[in-house]
């Protein structure tokens, strides 16, 4: 059974920064994506950062998000982090991390309907 967990979330300032975790468990398939997504109340789900998990795996970042967040695995402890920085309010939501259905290649960024395996999120709040 795959499980995803998610922590890191938090209440932070305009401009401050976060660092959310994701440790993906029982996950056998190849490839291996972690994509990155947000949503915020009244919003549709959306996509923010994924990985490939392999060495040197490509990276694919939202335009909102580009040159503020980094997303890396690190073999070690089997994470995948989402470091974001300068946050501002609209980056307000809860953050989900998922693994890519089985099989399926992520091109890009993908789309939520690429990931089947879902973590409960992690609030993300940034004030003003």
């Known amino acids: 059974q795959v499980q995803m967990t998610e922590s890191g979330g938090g209440s932070v300032q305009t401009g401050g920064s976060l660092r959310l975790s994701c440790i993906p468990n029982g996950y056998t398939y190849s490839p291996k994506y972690i994509g990155w997504f947000r949503q915020a109340p009244g919003k549709e789900r959306e996509s923010v950062a994924t990985?490939?998990?392999?060495?040197?795996?490509?990276?694919a970042y939202a335009e909102s998000v580009k040159g503020r967040c980094t997303i890396y695995y690190d073999w070690d402890v089997n994470t995948v982090y989402l470091w974001m920085t300068n946050l501002k309010p609209d980056d307000s939501a809860m953050y989900y991390c998922?693994?890519?259905?089985?099989?399926?290649?992520?091109?890009?960024?993908?789309?939520?309907?690429?990931?089947?395996?879902w973590g409960q999120g992690t609030q993300v709040t940034v004030s003003a």
């Open positions: 998922a693994h890519n259905r089985p099989y399926r290649a992520v091109y890009g960024l993908g789309t939520a309907d690429d990931f089947e395996y």
């Open positions: 990985i490939l998990l392999s060495a040197g795996g490509p990276e």
